[in-house]
């Protein structure tokens, strides 16, 4: 049975930085295409970065690019979002799945929380 666990998320101001992370049990992130997704108020849940099989990045929203970096640790099979510079357009939760997504593996998800 696959489990995956974000965590990291928070309150910051506008400018500051977060690093989420997603464990994932059941599966193996190196041989798995991951992505971010977030969901923010009012709004339908959109993708946000995914990372290839082996760790090679595929894909950035125009949005977060140069500001939000998706890697991957194997060792813990566990994949993160740095976040840097954050917005207040930012604020929404943030899950990981695999992509394209698998509607059993949605988890609880994180909250990030920008203030201007």
């Known amino acids: 049975q696959v489990h995956l666990v974000e965590s990291g998320g928070g309150a910051v101001r506008a400018g500051g930085s977060l690093r989420l992370s997603c464990a994932a049990s059941?599966?193996?992130?190196?041989?798995?295409?991951m992505a971010w997704f977030r969901q923010a108020p009012g709004k339908e849940r959109a993708l946000v970065a995914r990372?290839?099989?082996?760790?090679?990045?595929?894909y950035y929203v125009d949005s977060v690019k140069g500001r939000f970096t998706i890697s991957s640790d194997n060792l813990k099979n566990t994949i993160y979002l740095q976040m840097n510079a954050l917005k207040p357009e930012d604020t929404a939760v943030y899950y990981c799945?695999?992509?394209?997504?698998?509607?059993?593996?949605w988890g609880q998800g994180t909250l990030v929380s920008v203030s201007p």
């Open positions: 799945n695999k992509d394209p997504p698998s509607i059993n593996y």
């Open positions: 059941g599966l193996t992130v190196r041989t798995s295409a």
């Open positions: 990372i290839g099989l082996s760790g090679f990045v595929s």
